[in-house]
C-alpha cells in the first residue's frame, strides 16, 4: 500500500488509475479502524478496482471540550490492517494540508445538519460537510462508503453530494457490531469494564422500541419508554431516542414511508449512538 499525505500525490495516483481505465473506490476513515471501518474497505474492495482509505482526524468536527485531544491514534495498527486488507492507497494529509492558512470556506446541510446530532454537537456537521465534500474533490473517486453507524452523517453526506453535484456516489454500509449487539466503534475504548457490560441495552432497546411501533404504539409513547429503559440499565443520560422518517429525519408520522429509531446517550466518558431499521 502507498501512503500519500498531500493532495498532488493522491492524485497523481488517481489519475495513472484513470488512464488504466480502473474504477476507483474512497474509504473515508479517523483512524483507530475496527472491523467496522473494514467492512467498508473490504465492500470498496469487492466493487472497486482501486481503493483509497483516508485517516485524517478532522478538528472542524470536534466542539469545544470534545474529544479531539484524546481521540484514539492506532496509526500504525491502521496501516498493518489496510495492508492486510489490500487497500492499494492511503491519503493521510495533514491539518495543513487540509485547511492551509486563509482556509475560509464551509459547506454546511442545513435542516438535515442542524436537528437529532446537529441539535447537540453545534458545528459537527458542518465539519463533516466540509471536510468530505474535499476528500471527495480530492479524490475524485466514482464510490464512497460510508458506514450505516452514523446514520444522520449518512444522510447529510448524501444531500451534499447531491446538492453540490458531486459525482462520486455515496453508499451505505451497514453497522457492524459485537455479538451482544453494541455496534463497533472507535469511542468503545473509553468504556470501563463495567460499562461494557450496560452498553449493548442501547442497541437492545432501540430493537423493542422498533418493534413497538411497527406493532401500532404511538412513536412519541415508544421513545419515552425506550429512553427509560436506558436509562434504568445504567446510562447517565439520553440525548434523544427519536423514532424519524429515513429520509427527512423528521418525526415518524407516516407509518407507509420507512422509518428508522436513532439514539445518542451517554455512558461515562463515551457518548455512544446507534440506529435501527423500523
Ligand atoms: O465517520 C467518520 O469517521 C468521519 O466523520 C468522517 C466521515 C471520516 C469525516 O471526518
New binding site residues.
Given amino acids: 500500500m502507498d501512503i500519500v499525505g498531500n493532495v498532488d500525490e493522491l492524485r497523481k495516483h488517481v489519475y495513472d488509475w484513470r488512464g488504466q481505465s480502473l474504477s476507483v473506490g474512497l474509504v473515508?476513515?479517523?483512524g483507530a479502524l475496527h472491523d467496522g471501518h473494514m467492512a467498508l474497505a473490504r465492500r470498496s474492495l469487492e466493487t472497486t478496482e482501486r481503493t483509497i482509505a483516508?485517516l485524517?482526524i478532522?478538528p472542524r468536527?470536534f466542539g469545544q471540550g470534545e474529544d479531539l485531544d484524546s481521540y484514539p491514534r492506532t496509526e500504525e495498527e491502521d496501516v498493518e490492517k489496510l495492508t492486510g486488507a489490500g487497500v492499494h492507497l492511503l491519503f493521510a494529509p495533514t491539518a495543513q494540508e487540509m485547511y492551509p492558512n486563509g482556509f475560509s470556506t464551509g459547506v454546511a446541510v442545513s435542516g438535515l445538519g442542524d436537528i437529532l446530532e446537529g441539535a447537540f454537537r453545534p458545528g459537527f456537521f458542518d465539519g463533516?460537510a466540509t471536510?468530505?465534500c474535499k476528500l471527495l474533490n480530492q479524490a475524485a473517486a466514482d464510490i464512497a462508503f460510508?458506514?450505516e453507524k452514523?446514520f444522520q452523517?449518512l444522510r447529510v453526506i448524501r444531500t451534499m453530494a447531491r446538492d453540490l453535484n458531486i459525482p462520486t456516489r455515496i453508499e451505505g454500509v451497514a453497522t457492524v457490531r459485537e455479538s451482544d449487539g453494541l455496534a463497533l466503534s472507535s469511542r468503545n475504548v473509553y468504556l470501563s469494564a463495567e460499562e461494557r457490560q450496560v452498553a449493548p441495552a442501547l442497541y437492545q432497546t432501540i430493537c423493542d422500541v422498533a418493534t413497538k411501533v411497527k406493532a401500532g404504539a404511538p412513536p412519541a409513547e415508544a421513545e419515552a419508554w425506550g429512553s427509560a429503559q436506558i436509562l434504568a440499565a445504567g446510562f447517565a443520560s439520553v440525548d434523544y431516542l427519536s423514532v424519524v422518517d429515513s429520509q427527512t429525519l423528521e418525526p415518524y408520522v407516516d407509518a407507509s414511508r420507512s422509518g428508522r429509531v436513532l439514539v445518542a446517550a451517554q455512558l461515562g466518558r463515551a457518548r455512544l449512538i446507534d440506529n435501527v431499521a423500523l
Fill in positions: 473515508p476513515t479517523m483516508t485524517f478532522n468536527q463533516v471536510v468530505v460510508f458506514g452514523d452523517q
